[in-house]
Structures are given as structure tokens and as C-alpha cells.
């Protein structure tokens, strides 16, 4: 069960179908362009979206807001050195500044950065400072289907190769991301975050995590890996840091806040010139873009994400909506992870072919059938077509994202979810793909408009 109670609600928008349908021709069939409150559940993202506890908003109130050495940044300060270890702490306003921030001190034009998946905002921080991102996620990953428990992690073959081949002088860094969410959100493994870092040590490159689950990592670690089962999540957690040279991390994610961050280093240098260009571009090096309010509820929240009976409930719920998903006859990106599950819309709609985008088909009929808004993460996302629409590119799979806000919705509204998707499952027929009548030249997901097209069955 929860091991909290609900203190503060919100209601949430109830609509009929013909105000959905209403709703999706007036957005162009595009998600990203409804408003919050024509949603009824929203599965879009679990970053910034997790419910503060009573303790942090406690905090929050007690928050300093002087400029300069505020009480809350001490505090911050000292919770994430005692949780990382790391020498040097930098507050930031979310994670894709801290990227920003050590990528531009960090990378020079021509350098390469290897990782098991990078997400989308760091790769394109990397390449903003004209270095290449890499990823070289581990082989098991690839089969959808598996249920290995460790699908996060990095290919340490490809990784040796590539340190000690002709590209291995422009390696400046290696990222692990835990969970790797680029990745189906699967864990990494501390074996393999240790045979990691002894490679980085060996050929004198630094390893950064990208920390921004790196709780919900380790609990499953202290579920799946041997040795590990007798600790608890925040000793798992409190190696994992330490096993590295630093971090970025968001902490919309794992640290329960609606917005924070950090980065994390031992490398006096490094930490002194990301403090200069924090203090031109964020804020200055005390408050890193934030509130003092909000170093607060950060430091309370990586205080409470690694409560067992926190993470437990946390498992269990994302077990229990994935139980009722395979139910409904729609297969997932096995294992299910803990901050989202992916549906496999392309097995599910064979009939519309990737260029037809059978994944952005299903997160609109789960809007138009239950109000619940996903992510789609297929050729909507990461194809290419020409001007005629005839396609050029197509993603490897076609799938839909339910993300997973913390502490948010309860097993009902999951079994709302999870009857939408069986009466959906039941009538695919009726599902009809999309063609593209506008777009943007990048990240054309968040812009693109659509329409429906008739696909045969
Ligand atoms: C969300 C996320 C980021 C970016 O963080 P923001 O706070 O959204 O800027 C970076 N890496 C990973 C793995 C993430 O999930």
C-alpha cells in the first residue's frame, strides 16, 4: 500500500468523448498542444510532475532567500555532499542546465562522449559544444522482449574497443545514465558501473553520472543483483556516486521537486570554471537559478526518494499497471522499469505502417477513449519522411511512453488506464494512422500538426 495519506487535492478534469474529439482536431492531433486541463490522467512526463510531501513544503516555507550563502543552500549543500561524496556541488535549475554548464567547460569541438544511452537534452548539449555523442547501449537491450534485469547498462566490449581504438583520444568524458531512460528506462548494474569506471580509470577518462533516477536504480539493484540484496537503496546509491568523477543530475526526477538540480565533481578545476559560467548564465554559485525555497524541498526530497516503503510502493504500482496492460493484451519493453512503461504499438497496430506513426495513433485514441495523455517515442519522434511523405527514415520500434508521476495517481486511476487499453486492444481495427501536415525542421514532435488517414485492416 502507499505509505502515505492524501492531505491536499486537486480534482481532476472529467470529459465526455465528444469534447476529446473536439479537443484533438482543435490541436491537430498533436498532444503536446492540448491544455492540462483537457486531460483527465497525464502520463506525459514524471519530471517536475511527483506530489511534494508535507516535510518538504515544511522546508520550503523555513527557505532563506538571501543572495548570497543562504541557510538553504547550506542545506542542500550538505545533503548532497553526504549523499554523493563529491568535493564540489553546484546547484542548478534543472538538469539540461547542469548539462549545459559542464559540457561547455568540459568538451572542446572534435571531442567524443560515450554512453550505455544519452537522453535527448544531453546529447544535444553535446552537441552544441560540436562533439560527437555515442551511445553504446548493451546488446540484451535491443530485444524488447527480454526480461534481463539489467537492459541499462553499457556495452563493456564496445566501450574497451573504443577507449583504446583510433577514437580513444577524443573521448573527453563517459555518462552513465541511471535509469537509463533513453533505454526503456532499465536499470544499470554495479558490476557493470564498476568494470566502467576501472576502464575510465585505465585510459585516464572521467565517468559522470546522469543521475536523475538514480534511486529507482537502486532499488533495483537491491532486487536483481547478487550481493546487493542485504543493502538498502541509499547505500547502493551512496557507491554508485562514489564510484565516479562526477554527475549532473535533474532532480524533477528523483528528487521530488517541480524544479532543482545539480552537478557534482571532484575535480577542483573542472568545479572552479562551471562556477564562472554558472554564476555569467544560471545564478549565482549559492543558488544556481533556483530559489532558496526550493534548495530546500530538493535537499528534503533526495532526502525521502530513498525510503524503502517509498521505492517499494513505487515498483509495485508501475508492476501493477504493467499486470493490467499485458491483461489487456498489449505487450510492454520488458522489464517494466519504475518511471514508466513502454507499450509496443507496433505490435499492437500492425495494420499502419511506421510511416502512418502507429504509436502517436494510439496515444490519441487512449486520449480520445480515456483522457490520458502518453508520450509517443516512435517515427512521430525519430523518423524522417520526404516531401511527399514517402518515408526515408523509421524508428526501430514504435512505441508509446506512460510516465509515471511519484506519489500522484492511485491504482484506480491506473485501472482506468489499463480499461482504456483493453478496449482499445479489442477494436484495433478502428485505429487509424496519421499524416503529417506541417512541421518543424527539429524536434518536429513537439510541433508537428496532423491528420487522420484511413489505414486498411
Ligand atoms: C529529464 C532528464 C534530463 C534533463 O533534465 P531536465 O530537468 O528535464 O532539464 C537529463 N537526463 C535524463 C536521464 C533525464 O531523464
Given at each position: 500500500?502507499?505509505?502515505?495519506?492524501?492531505?491536499?487535492?486537486?480534482?481532476?478534469?472529467?470529459?465526455?468523448?465528444?469534447?476529446?474529439?473536439?479537443?484533438?482536431?482543435?490541436?491537430?492531433?498533436?498532444?503536446?498542444?492540448?491544455?492540462?486541463?483537457e486531460v483527465?490522467?497525464?502520463l506525459l512526463?514524471?519530471?517536475?510532475?511527483?506530489?511534494?510531501?508535507?516535510?518538504?513544503?515544511?522546508?520550503?516555507?523555513?527557505?532563506?532567500?538571501?543572495?548570497?550563502g543562504?541557510?538553504?543552500?547550506?542545506?542542500?549543500?550538505e545533503t548532497v555532499?553526504?549523499?554523493?561524496?563529491?568535493?564540489?556541488?553546484?546547484?542548478?535549475h534543472?538538469?539540461?542546465?547542469?548539462?549545459?554548464?559542464?559540457?561547455?567547460?568540459l568538451?572542446?569541438?572534435?571531442?567524443?562522449?560515450l554512453?550505455?544511452?544519452h537522453?535527448?537534452?544531453?546529447?544535444?548539449n553535446?552537441?552544441?559544444?560540436?562533439?560527437?555523442?555515442?551511445?553504446?547501449?548493451?546488446p540484451?537491450?535491443?530485444?524488447?522482449?527480454?526480461?534481463?534485469?539489467?537492459?541499462?547498462?553499457?556495452?563493456?566490449?564496445a566501450?574497451?574497443?573504443?577507449?583504446?581504438g583510433?577514437?580513444?583520444?577524443?573521448v573527453?568524458?563517459?555518462?552513465?545514465t541511471?535509469?537509463?531512460n533513453?533505454?526503456?528506462g532499465?536499470?544499470v548494474?554495479?558490476?557493470?558501473?564498476?568494470?566502467?569506471?576501472?576502464?575510465?580509470?585505465?585510459?585516464?577518462?572521467?565517468?559522470f553520472?546522469?543521475?536523475?533516477?538514480?534511486?529507482?536504480n537502486?532499488?533495483?539493484?537491491?532486487?536483481?543483483?547478487?550481493?546487493?540484496?542485504?543493502?538498502?537503496?541509499?547505500?547502493?546509491?551512496?557507491?554508485?556516486?562514489?564510484?565516479?568523477?562526477?554527475?549532473?543530475?535533474?532532480?524533477?526526477?528523483?528528487?521530488?521537486?517541480?524544479?532543482?538540480?545539480?552537478?557534482?565533481?571532484?575535480?577542483p578545476?573542472?568545479?572552479?570554471?562551471?562556477e564562472?559560467?554558472?554564476?555569467?548564465?544560471?545564478?549565482?554559485a549559492?543558488?544556481?537559478?533556483?530559489?532558496g525555497?526550493?534548495?530546500?524541498?530538493?535537499?528534503?526530497?533526495?532526502?525521502?526518494?530513498?525510503?524503502?516503503?517509498y521505492?517499494?510502493?513505487?515498483?509495485?504500482?508501475?508492476?501493477h499497471?504493467?499486470?493490467?496492460?499485458?491483461?489487456?493484451g498489449?505487450?510492454?519493453?520488458?522489464?517494466?522499469?519504475?518511471?514508466a512503461?513502454?507499450?509496443?504499438?507496433?505490435?499492437?497496430?500492425?495494420?499502419?505502417?511506421?510511416?502512418?506513426?502507429?504509436?502517436?495513433?494510439?496515444?490519441?485514441?487512449l486520449?480520445?477513449?480515456g483522457?490520458?495523455?502518453?508520450?509517443?517515442?516512435?517515427?512521430?519522434?525519430?523518423?524522417?519522411?520526404d516531401?511527399?511523405?514517402?518515408?526515408?527514415?523509421?524508428?526501430?520500434?514504435?512505441?508509446?511512453?506512460?510516465a509515471l508521476p511519484?506519489r500522484?495517481?492511485?491504482?484506480s486511476h491506473?485501472?482506468?488506464?489499463?480499461?482504456?487499453?483493453?478496449?482499445?486492444?479489442?477494436?484495433t481495427?478502428?485505429?487509424?494512422?496519421?499524416r503529417?501536415?506541417?512541421?518543424?525542421?527539429?524536434?518536429?514532435?513537439?510541433?508537428?500538426?496532423?491528420?487522420p488517414?484511413?489505414?486498411?485492416?
Open positions: 500500500m502507499e505509505p502515505y495519506r492524501i492531505k491536499v487535492v486537486e480534482p481532476i478534469p472529467v470529459t465526455t468523448r465528444q469534447q476529446r474529439e473536439a479537443a484533438l482536431k482543435r490541436v491537430n492531433y498533436n498532444l503536446f498542444d492540448l491544455r492540462a486541463e483527465t490522467i497525464d512526463t514524471d519530471s517536475g510532475t511527483g506530489a511534494l510531501s508535507a516535510a518538504q513544503l515544511a522546508a520550503g516555507m523555513a527557505g532563506d532567500e538571501s543572495y548570497s543562504s541557510r538553504s543552500f547550506y542545506r542542500f549543500h555532499t553526504e549523499l554523493t561524496g563529491y568535493a564540489h556541488i553546484l546547484p542548478a534543472q538538469g539540461r542546465a547542469a548539462e549545459r554548464v559542464l559540457f561547455t567547460t568538451l572542446e569541438r572534435g571531442n567524443l562522449v554512453s550505455n544511452t537522453f535527448d537534452t544531453t546529447r544535444a553535446v552537441e552544441l559544444n560540436d562533439a560527437e555523442a555515442r551511445d553504446l547501449p548493451c540484451e537491450a535491443k530485444n524488447l522482449d527480454s526480461t534481463d534485469p539489467f537492459k541499462g547498462n553499457i556495452d563493456l566490449d566501450l574497451a574497443r573504443t577507449l583504446s583510433p577514437d580513444g583520444s577524443r573527453a568524458v563517459v555518462v552513465m541511471i535509469t537509463n533513453g533505454g526503456g532499465q536499470p548494474s554495479m558490476e557493470n558501473l564498476k568494470r566502467t569506471a576501472a576502464l575510465c580509470r585505465q585510459h585516464g577518462v572521467p565517468l553520472l546522469d543521475a536523475a533516477r538514480f534511486a529507482e537502486a532499488w533495483l539493484v537491491t532486487r536483481h543483483e547478487e550481493g546487493y540484496r542485504d543493502r538498502t537503496p541509499r547505500q547502493v546509491a551512496e557507491e554508485a556516486f562514489r564510484l565516479t568523477d562526477g554527475c549532473m543530475m535533474s532532480a524533477k526526477k528523483d528528487g521530488i521537486v517541480h524544479i532543482g538540480g545539480f552537478i557534482g565533481t571532484n575535480d578545476e573542472l568545479a572552479q570554471k562551471c564562472l559560467l554558472l554564476i555569467a548564465t544560471e545564478g549565482f549559492t543558488y544556481g537559478g533556483l530559489a525555497r526550493d534548495l530546500d524541498m530538493m535537499a528534503q526530497g533526495l532526502t525521502e526518494v530513498t525510503e524503502p516503503s521505492l517499494a510502493e513505487r515498483a509495485e504500482i508501475a508492476s499497471l504493467a499486470h493490467r496492460v499485458r491483461a489487456a498489449v505487450d510492454i519493453v520488458e522489464p517494466p522499469g519504475m518511471h512503461l513502454y507499450l509496443n504499438a507496433g505490435r499492437l497496430l500492425p495494420h499502419i505502417p511506421p510511416h502512418h506513426y502507429p504509436g502517436h495513433a494510439l496515444a490519441c485514441q486520449y480520445l477513449e483522457g490520458i495523455r502518453s508520450a509517443e517515442l516512435g517515427s512521430l519522434y525519430l523518423g524522417e519522411e516531401e511527399h511523405g514517402n518515408p526515408i527514415k523509421s524508428a526501430p520500434y514504435e512505441l508509446v511512453r506512460l511519484r500522484v495517481y492511485t491504482r491506473y485501472d482506468h488506464v489499463g480499461e482504456t487499453l483493453a478496449k482499445i486492444a479489442k477494436n481495427d478502428q485505429v487509424y494512422g496519421f503529417i501536415t506541417d512541421q518543424s525542421p527539429i524536434l518536429r514532435h513537439f510541433r508537428a500538426t496532423l491528420e488517414v484511413p489505414v486498411r485492416g
